[in-house]
């Protein structure tokens, strides 16, 4: 009864989160960017020739301010990237925070809520999240951002 409880409200909420990243992605909000998630962003090419970016969208304050409440951290800027290549869908989201001792909260927090499926690392003042199938495509994108911290799932 509780696994299928828990499981039911897993679907409920990434249907949400799906939907409100969908509603952000039409929206692009790219007068958002921030300089020093644009510096490491991943570019396609660098992880190989079949990569595409195909959706890009930066949060807007009033979303910003929801995430850092619940991350419980001043944040400065959220970025999410959608690759594609011939086998896999892969997401990128870039979180950056306002200093070190929030990064740090940041990272322990992620990795405590998402680190079971999905690679988090930091550098500099940005948390990156990894999301995808490919264990090869995840590490294509560790070597490329060269993170200070990094916790894999494989």
Known sequence: MKKSLLI???LVVTLFFQNNCRLLAQ???SQYASKAVEEISIIPAHI???????NTFYVDISALKQFE???GVKLLS???DVFTDDENKTQINYIETTGSGDTKKLYKKLVKQVGNSNVVASKGNVVVEIISPSIEMKK???STLKPDEVHTNY
């Open 48 to 54: 190989n020739d079949n990569c595409k970016l195909t």
């Open 140 to 142: 294509k994108i560790l």
């Open 69 to 71: 409440k619940k991350f």
């Open 27 to 29: 929206t692009n909000n």
């Open 78 to 80: 959220l970025k999410n």
């Open 8 to 10: 039911a409200l897993l």
